[in-house]
């Protein structure tokens, strides 16, 4: 008797994808949900540069995320920037580090999120290990990227680049209140009708 390959999907798997898929660029949203990585910023960079491709009508991101690889979070930022679509940058769940970073790439009239979003800024982190020559040079690359976030953050949302710097030396939370006070969100939002007012 023939055992199925673990690692084939199951049968009715590949239609709903495509079926999902479909939906979805035809709802003109992009999802991020979980850690962004260079495949997932590839991901959504293409999706982001068909929509774009499709319409100039604005695309919805929607983002639930701890944030992860901070230069694939910069690339999905600039594609972000990069596009004629305007998009509408929805946080939920929690969006943190490197995923705060690119929630941050529109302006914050389009920065929204739900009730029970959570943020999270700080600086980043490295475990680089080698020659101390080595070391020595990562430590002025997250000193270099240290100072990007920041200016990121502070243009943002109009607060004092030292201050900023201060804020993201520990871990810092904010509630979706807190947030809006901060200037990282512009709206709080239930319901996507709550996009359109």
Known sequence: MEHPDPETPAATAEPRNAFLEEK???SRTVLLFGAISDQSASDIARRLIALDADSAMPIDMLV????????SG??????????????NMIGTGWVGSAATHLYLS?????????????FLIHQ??????????????????IIKARERIARTIA???GRPLDSVLEDIERDRW????????????????????????
């Open 24 to 26: 979805a660029f035809k």
């Open 64 to 71: 639930s995320s701890p944030g992860g690889h901070l230069e």
């Open 74 to 87: 910069d690339a999905i930022h600039d594609i972000i920037r990069f596009i004629s679509a305007p998009v």
């Open 106 to 118: 529109v302006p914050r009239e389009r920065r929204f999120c739900t009730p029970n979003t959570r």
């Open 124 to 141: 980043p982190s490295g475990g680089a290990g080698g020659p101390a020559s080595d070391i020595a040079i990562h430590a002025q690359e």
């Open 155 to 157: 243009r943002e949302t």
């Open 174 to 197: 904010l509630s979706a209140e807190e947030a809006i006070e901060y200037g990282l969100v512009g709206r709080i939002i239930s319901n996507k009708a709550e996009l359109k007012k």
